[in-house]
């Protein structure tokens, strides 16, 4: 009997830890944004028809949840570090699905705004920042190419989720769809989040890695004041892009609108922004692995300047407004996986958690207050203005990025020769 019992253990080692963990999670992140972060894109209107608030209302609920998401932040990175990201996100889950069953009873503005804050703690828990830290902690080794590969499934799950929540409230209305929203969570992302982040790399690997840490594809990791430095430099570069793509993401169709497509075609053409991001996360792995993730970075956040300029010179052509779509789309779908890899690359796999909870608070902040600033924009100046001041924006970010980046090589340069010096 003793030989048998020991050759059970010997069989889930030949399961790639990796492998697990980005399908379950992959799985999860779709179905988590999907019912949560993406909600409203389909259900604003119906809640509006129902209760008579203002659509202003309906989603300040919206900008409630980023607000608190920015506030707790980096708490959560913290406690991502402490306990594990498979408590952090599996408590998460649990915290949205009772969110979303709570905002289904909502009957007035007060309440509503106030489960959109509940919602907004557990969607801290369970998305991308916490999916990312929990991959690192699942596969240091590997962290980046994780990373990559989980971003590939959520690339559709606004488009996937608009569809199922538009049939959904058609049968059961607003309130029965976040019903089943939420028991989506608990049935489908509960056991995965559990389930598929049990196992982590075997221990030889990752002793490999904790012996030299310093030793990074993209240079030598930032330590002392440059990593605080490079911390902040990178935050303020990604809410700046923030606010670009804050206002896009809820702007698109009436920005196409204004660019001169009709209703129907301009929704059309907008759901070509799934489509973009999806092909540009690919084109990442493919043809980006042996590239840095600051290389990657400065790519993706100059298509954006770029896009735009298609933007304006489209003229209300429908093959050019959809170029401009699939690039803007390229470009998030890509600046999402920088979001976590450049990171892991400058300040390595220690205190990920807490690196990454520190960079998604004003990230958050932004988003949660970039329509709303815009809003006014547009209402004060009008669209072709306000997109200027949007195009100018992506440019600061653009030399932004390009300027952390010189400042990043004169950092490895000088670290470079410290050890000629020393050798």
């Known amino acids: 009997m003793a030989p048998d019992v020991q050759k059970v253990p010997q069989r889930p080692s030949r399961i790639d830890p990796m492998l697990v963990a980005v399908n379950a999670l992959g ?7 999907g019912t949560s ?6 259900l604003a209107k119906p809640i509006v028809a129902e209760t008579g608030w203002p659509m202003t209302t309906v989603f300040l609920g919206f900008s409630v949840a980023l607000l608190v998401m920015g506030l707790i932040s980096s708490s959560v990175g913290g406690l991502i570090d402490r306990i594990g990201a498979r408590t952090v996100m599996t408590v998460g889950t649990i915290i949205v699905s009772a969110g979303l069953a709570a905002l289904s009873q909502v009957n007035g503005s007060a309440s509503y705004l106030a489960v959109w804050a509940v919602i907004g703690v557990g969607m801290r828990c369970c998305l991308y920042d916490a999916a990312f830290a929990a991959l690192v902690q699942v596969t240091p080794t590997r962290g980046r190419t994780a990373i990559s590969y989980l971003t ?7 488009t996937v989720f608009w569809v199922i929540g538009h049939y959904l409230n058609e049968g059961f209305g607003w309130r029965g769809t976040l019903i089943i929203f939420a028991w989506m969570n608990l049935v489908i992302c509960l056991p ?8 982590r790399e075997p221990p030889d690997r990752t002793a490999v890695a904790a012996v030299a840490p310093t030793v990074s594809p993209d240079g030598p990791q930032l330590e002392g004041r440059k990593r605080l430095v490079g911390i902040v430099l990178f935050a303020l570069i990604m809410s700046l892009n923030g606010f670009v793509f804050g206002v896009i993401s809820l702007q698109l169709v ?5 660019a001169g497509l009709a209703g129907a075609i301009a929704v059309w053409v907008a759901s070509l922004k799934g489509h973009g991001q999806f092909a540009g996360r690919v084109v990442e792995i493919f043809f980006g692995r042996n590239l840095k993730a600051m290389t990657i970075a400065r790519i993706a956040i100059a298509v954006v300047p770029a896009s735009l300029v298609v933007l304006f010179l489209a003229r209300g052509e429908v093959w050019q407004l959809a170029a401009f779509t699939l690039l803007l789309g390229a470009s998030q779908g890509v600046i999402t996986i920088v979001r976590g890899a450049v990171p892991l690359a400058l300040f ?3 205190g990920y958690g807490t690196v990454l909870g520190l960079i998604a608070t004003p990230i958050l902040l932004v988003n949660a207050f970039s329509p709303t600033i815009f809003a006014l924009l547009v209402d004060q100046f009008g669209w072709q203005i306000s997109m200027y001041a949007l195009f100018g924006c992506a440019v600061i970010t653009w030399f932004a990025i390009e300027a ?7 950092v490895q340069a000088r670290a470079g020769s410290r050890l000629t010096t020393d050798a």
């Open 27 to 33: 799985i999860t992140q779709i179905t988590a944004w």
């Open 152 to 158: 590939l499934y959520g690339a559709y799950a606004s």
């Open 192 to 199: 995965l989040n559990w389930i598929g982040l049990a196992r």
């Open 348 to 350: 390595g796999t220690q």
């Open 254 to 258: 009436p920005l196409l609108e204004a």
């Open 37 to 42: 972060y993406y909600c409203l894109g389909v």
């Open 404 to 410: 952390m980046s010189r400042w990043y090589e004169g």
